[in-house]
């Protein structure tokens, strides 16, 4: 299986402040047909995740542009630029280039 | 509108089987773009992925529980049931059904929690 390994795992934060969580994959995530197959999801307090980055850097619909992805084969960021109170919770990434899809720990971030 | 739900037992007593029903709207599950998963979350913990099919009938699970995975699907009632033997207190989880197209799970269910105790 692919690990998945993000840090940190808890990340306090000051609102209006960056910040940054890393995702590293066991195995190169990117396809043959030129994208990485590393999505971010947010599980906020008592809901089910959301997804906030496709393909490594692509927002999906509805997601604010303060949120964004990079990095390519087995090193990922997601950042935040400036942190509000709605963005509580717990971040996933997940690898899907190879069966079984797997899962980041989470990175818990919370509000100074 | 897209929207994904979850049902089935809450609690399920230990080597019992576990039926799951992912019930859908808004889209159909009839070609080999779209999908829908299964994922499930221990309390506390993180999301473990577990089997997914395909519109066009394609399958695939996790190696390390296919032995006790069945997933099937219903087009004419957008259902999809995920069956899962004999069960144990570790498979005590959040249980969630997500559709996957485009490569990515861009809907989630609501989830569904199953106790397995005696």
């Known amino acids: 299986d692919i690990v998945m390994t993000q840090s940190p795992l808890s990340l306090p934060v000051t609102p209006g402040e960056p910040a940054s969580i890393s995702c590293r994959s066991s195995?190169?995530?990117?396809?043959?047909?030129?994208?990485?197959?590393l999505d971010w999801y947010l599980q906020k307090p008592g809901q089910s995740p959301q997804l906030l980055i496709s393909?490594?850097?692509n927002r999906a619909s509805g997601v604010p542009d303060r949120f964004s992805g990079s990095g390519s084969g087995t090193d990922f960021t997601l950042k935040i630029s400036r942190v509000e109170a709605e963005d509580v919770g717990v971040y996933f990434c997940?690898?899907?280039?190879?069966?079984?899809?797997?899962f980041g720990q989470g990175t818990k971030l919370e509000i100074k | 509108q897209i929207t994904l739900k979850e049902s089935g037992p809450t609690l399920v007593i230990p080597t019992q089987t576990l039926t799951l029903t992912c019930t859908f709207s808004?889209?159909?599950?009839?070609?080999?773009?779209?999908?829908v998963g299964w994922i499930r979350q221990p309390p506390g913990q993180g999301l473990e992925w577990l089997a997914l099919?395909?519109?066009?009938?394609?399958?695939v699970y996790r190696p390390s529980l296919k032995s006790r995975l069945t997933i099937t699907k219903d087009t004419s009632k957008n259902q999809v049931v995920l069956i899962m033997t004999n069960m144990d207190p570790v498979d005590t989880a959040t249980y969630y059904c997500?559709?996957?197209?485009?490569?990515?799970?861009?809907?989630w269910g609501q989830g569904t929690l199953v106790t397995v105790s005696s």
């Open positions: 997500a559709r996957r197209q485009s490569v990515t799970y861009g809907f």
């Open positions: 808004g889209f159909s599950l009839i070609t080999g773009e779209v999908a």
């Open positions: 099919i395909y519109g066009n009938g394609d399958k």
């Open positions: 195995q190169s995530l990117l396809h043959n047909k030129g994208y990485d197959f």
């Open positions: 393909l490594g850097s």
């Open positions: 997940m690898q899907s280039i190879q069966i079984p899809h797997t």
